[in-house]
């Protein structure tokens, strides 16, 4: 099938705009090992090559979506060696992104994407990040040597690690499905990984209430009098003079 190639009106799309449209390449995957896979390159024939970019791109590198996914890429040429007259050979990141197998036919939209601002990824194992002391430079130095566009939803497969590209800010402040991070500062943002556990916090442990005391009973003992004489058994109440039981002296 021969690729059909036709200009398009960037002002009827909404997005970032296709400039130019390869319809139809082959794709083929890099092969198993190839540091290409661990990039955003799509590699494509010289002779395309330089039909696509032409006077879009004005000597900057070049941005496709690829089958207008926003899955984007750099497309870069390639030699008749590496590559036939109508393939193209895409990395196997991106392949599983799109869900397409090998030996198909897509489409290629070349577009012009906004310069990255902030760059939120998620890394899919806490200990990638453990492992550095300084991950944002790690990710920095890592990106910058091998990737020139990022897409949001992309599961990045770096050399220190799978990372995922939660959202991408642009320098203006508006939220993007994909951005150039050439020449420019991009601040990352780390979230906490895909297989981060928090550690629970402890709850203050509250001192036991102090039970309340015990009301005081008061006991109030009574003591009785003690019990008046009683008066002689058949005498009468009174005083009754020599009433007692002495002797007299007379008495043997």
């Not at 890099?30 to 661990?38: A, I």
């Not at 002779?47 to 496709?64: D, I, R, Y």
């Not at 590559?83 to 869900?99: E, F, H, K, T, V």
Request: glycine fraction near 8%; proline fraction near 10%.
């Amino acid at each position: 099938m021969d690729p059909v190639n036709k200009k398009l009106n960037p002002y009827a799309l909404t997005g970032p705009r296709p400039l130019y449209r390869m319809t139809y390449l082959l794709v083929n995957v890099y092969e198993e090992g190839s540091e290409l896979n661990l990039s955003d390159q799509i590699t494509i024939p010289l002779a395309v090559w330089e039909m696509m970019t032409g006077s879009f791109t004005e000597g900057k590198p070049t941005f496709v979506d690829v089958e207008g996914s926003e899955v984007f890429g750099r497309i870069v040429p390639g030699s008749a060696e590496t590559i036939s007259g109508d393939a193209c050979l895409l990395p196997r990141w991106m392949l599983d992104r799109l869900g397409i197998e090998e030996e198909r036919w897509i489409c290629l939209d070349v577009v012009k994407l906004p310069t990255a601002g902030v760059v939120t990824l998620r890394a899919r194992e806490e200990a990638t990040l453990t492992e550095s002391d300084d991950p944002v430079t790690m990710l920095s130095e890592v990106l910058s040597a091998s990737w020139a566009c990022l897409s949001v939803g992309s599961a990045l497969p770096l050399v220190c690690g799978t990372f995922d590209v939660i959202g991408i800010e642009a320098v203006d402040g508006s939220s993007v499905s994909g951005a150039c991070i050439l020449d420019t500062d991009v601040n990352l943002e780390l979230i906490p990984a895909l297989d981060h556990v928090d550690t629970p916090i402890p709850s203050p442990v509250e001192p036991e209430p102090e039970p309340e005391p015990e009301p005081t009973t008061t006991t109030t003992t009574t003591i009785a009098a003690p019990p008046r004489p009683q008066p002689h058994r058949g005498s009468k109440v009174g005083f009754v003079p020599f009433s007692g039981v002495g002797r007299r002296t007379c008495d043997p």
